[in-house]
């Protein structure tokens, strides 16, 4: 009896991962100090109304990096799902790297023109300081 | 008439199961180029993980991250970026493997 009540609580409680998506940023050289974030709800039949817990993933990974910038971040989302499929959570993960110092912004970027032997307009060569030191 | 269509239900179950693969590829994300360098001189790095699946029986996904690993191991000192993740799957009988291709260009300034 005992045995069969805990293989029914196995078979509910034990869930069966599914990827959905990944995603990912550029990984810094810096990776001393890392950040990490997740946020998960649980739905019962499909029910579900919003998708605001995913929000606070930006948040907590501002804050653990108040003076820096994230980068490297892989992001996954995921589904755990129950008992035949009745109820499941859905997860979003994210890992990533606190780089001290700021993030190059499209105006620190100097563009050079070089000119070329046809006299055309060459195609903007793009330098600028590292991203981040 | 009935043995051949028995017939014909074994061989497609039998090449199922051992020949017959399908394969899905569920997305490819793409990382921006960071810093602007040259993309000539970086270093093109790859990584590979997988999944065995039966019938869905899964307790992790942990492969996605020990790829993630495998692929900044290769640069260690270096800048990681314009990363192609490849997400696909191969099917088989009541089974798949999920499979994870990272590429990279590392960055060493």
Known sequence: MKFSLLSVLLV????????????????PADRSKRVAAASERFIFMGFNFDNDYVNSITSDLKTQCPNGTVSGVLTKSESINYFLFIFWKSRVSANGYCVPGKMASANDVIRKRKPTDDGSEAAPVETTEPAVQ | MMTKKIFLFIFTVTLSTFVGCTYSVHQVPLSDFRPYTDAKSGKPIEARGSQFVVMGFAQETSYVENTYKQLQNQCANGTVTGIAAKSYSEHGFFSWTNHIHMQGLCVRQ
């Open chain 1, 12 to 27: 509910v409680l034990s869930g069966c991962v599914s990827l959905n998506s990944v995603s990912l940023t550029s990984v």
